[in-house]
């Protein structure tokens, strides 16, 4: 059962434009966390924000959490080719045992 | 993918065939869990565990089985009892978190093929 849903399914821009990715989830979380992965490569870590918090900064990535509306979205500022691969949001509402991984976002990052 | 290491990178099976995936990390983490990934798909959860002689099935554990006999190692058994095996398989390990949930680290995968 996939609980996050991303959009847009795909997503191309110029190199340093602004990414926007959206995710919806269903039921109440305890935290969302997004993922970033490379073609034919394992998940790596970006972020996670906890259901008690509305924004988070790491370096060129800014996560927003709305929980009335059921939604996240990661901004990626001035993007670069590196950037290019796909994007997932995964939601935890048992505690963190069964996190569950959305579809993901494709960027592809123009040089 | 620093921590934890899955092998082979790739695997060829023949229909009718069990074969074992490897999965082991030196993060000295407490849960592991197993994943697979179809093309353009998110991932699903096939088994976890949070401790060592434990684990719990995902959402599609059938056709699957694990040991956690060891902390550092979680292999996956892909059995003949698998309708459709051919996928990219994801091991991931996390710290042991009561509430709030913790970033899960991943190996770099294992892409099955059935012939």
């Known amino acids: 059962s996939q609980q996050g849903e991303e959009d847009p399914q795909a997503l191309s821009i110029q190199e340093g434009e602004n990414a926007t990715m959206n995710c919806s989830y269903k039921?109440?979380?305890?935290?969302l966390q997004w993922y970033r992965q490379n073609s034919g490569r394992g998940l790596v870590h970006l972020i996670l924000?906890?259901?008690?918090?509305r924004e988070k900064h790491s370096g060129r990535l800014r996560v927003t959490l709305d929980t009335s509306k059921k939604s996240s979205s990661l901004l990626i500022t001035a993007s670069r080719a590196a950037d290019t691969a796909s994007y997932f949001c995964?939601?935890?509402?048992?505690?963190?045992?069964?996190?569950?991984f959305g579809a993901g976002t494709r960027l592809f990052v123009k040089a | 993918d620093g921590g934890i290491t899955q092998s082979p990178k790739y695997l060829f099976r023949k229909e009718g065939q069990n074969v074992t995936l490897s999965c082991e990390q030196n993060?000295?983490?407490?849960?592991m869990y197993w994943y697979r990934q179809d093309p353009g798909q998110g991932l699903r959860l096939i088994y976890y565990s949070q401790i060592v002689n434990d684990f719990q099935k995902g959402d599609i554990a059938e056709g699957y089985s694990v040991s956690r006999e060891k902390k550092e190692s979680f292999p996956l058994t892909v059995t003949s009892a698998q309708k459709n095996p051919t996928a990219f398989y994801l091991c991931?390990?996390?710290?042991?978190?009561?509430?709030?949930?913790?970033?899960?680290?991943f190996g770099p995968g294992t892409r099955l093929t059935v012939l």
């Open positions: 991931a390990s996390s710290p042991l978190v009561i509430a709030g949930g913790s970033e899960q680290f």
């Open positions: 039921t109440s979380i305890n935290n």
């Open positions: 993060l000295n983490h407490d849960a």
């Open positions: 995964a939601t935890d509402n048992t505690g963190g045992f069964k996190t569950i």
């Open positions: 924000i906890r259901s008690n918090e």
